[in-house]
T-cell receptor, first 114, second 115 residues
Framework: RKEVEQDPGPFNVPEGATVAFNCTYSNSASQSFFWYRQDCRKEPKLLMSVYSSGNEDGRFTAQLNRASQYISLLIRDSKLSDSATYLCVVTVNAGGTSYGKLTFGQGTILTVHP | NAGVTQTPKFRILKIGQSMTLQCTQDMNHNYMYWYRQDPGMGLKLIYYSVGAGITDKGEVPNGYNVSRSTTEDFPLRLELAAPSQTSVYFC??????????????FGAGSRLTVL
């Protein structure tokens, strides 16, 4: 089983749609969770961190389910500019100043069409 | 601020050639990383550094070497290029790797093709 798994998609949705992605992780010691966005032929950029209580940033909502070991990203009212690859990142922190191991999922491709 | 700067952006190598990918950051981040990304795959960690003079292997270090003589610079060396090293390489840095921060700032990437 991969450490971090995402449905690669692609997800093709019309503008204005609501779309959700899930990401599962295998290491129960995972402590930090993030969603990154990667535009075509560009570098990944942080979209949002994922907190235990869930968090929202405008049209984006992130949820964490530790019991089932998955995180989710919900995008409401999709825009053409939301078209990108969404990368799930899971971290097992070693604590203190030690390196925290980051593991990336393979990414979910989203295409929003007019 | 420039953030993380990588050079070159594109490079074509012949099998067996050597080259160095340069990476520099101006954010005074202690932690720096090199990743490779193959099509349809997640990022795989090659090497990382927790500070000047300290480096360690990631998931896929074979065929690569790194050094970290200053806080700012973290070059990645390919000694004998092989077709399997054709990939997009990303350098990244972070300020607080522990305590849940682990927010990476990436360079724009270097596309390497080995023929």
């Amino acid at each position: 089983r991969k450490e971090v798994e995402q449905d690669p998609g692609p997800f093709n949705v019309p503008e204005g749609a609501t779309v959700a992605f899930n990401c599962t992780y295998s290491n129960s010691a995972s402590q930090s969770f993030f969603w990154y966005r990667q535009d075509c032929r560009k570098e990944p950029k942080l979209l949002m961190s994922v907190y235990s209580s869930g968090n929202e940033d405008g049209r984006f909502t992130a949820q964490l389910n530790r019991a089932s070991q998955y995180i989710s990203l919900l995008i409401r009212d999709s825009k053409l500019s939301d078209s990108a690859t969404y990368l799930c990142v899971v971290t097992v922190n070693a604590g203190g100043t030690s390196y925290g191991k980051l593991t990336f999922g393979q990414g979910t491709i989203l295409t929003v069409h007019p | 601020n420039a953030g993380v700067t990588q050079t070159p952006k594109f490079r074509i190598l012949k099998i067996g050639q050597s080259m160095t990918l340069q990476c520099t950051q101006d954010m005074n981040h202690n932690y720096m990383y090199w990743y490779r990304q193959d099509p349809g795959m997640g990022l795989k960690l090659i090497y990382y550094s927790v500070g000047a003079g300290i480096t360690d292997k990631g998931e896929v270090p074979n065929g690569y070497n790194v050094s970290r003589s200053t806080t700012e610079d973290f070059p990645l060396r390919l000694e004998l290029a092989a077709p399997s090293q054709t990939s997009v390489y990303f350098c990244a840095s972070s300020y607080n790797p522990g305590g849940g921060a682990n927010v990476l700032t990436f360079g724009a990437g270097s596309r390497l093709t080995v023929l």
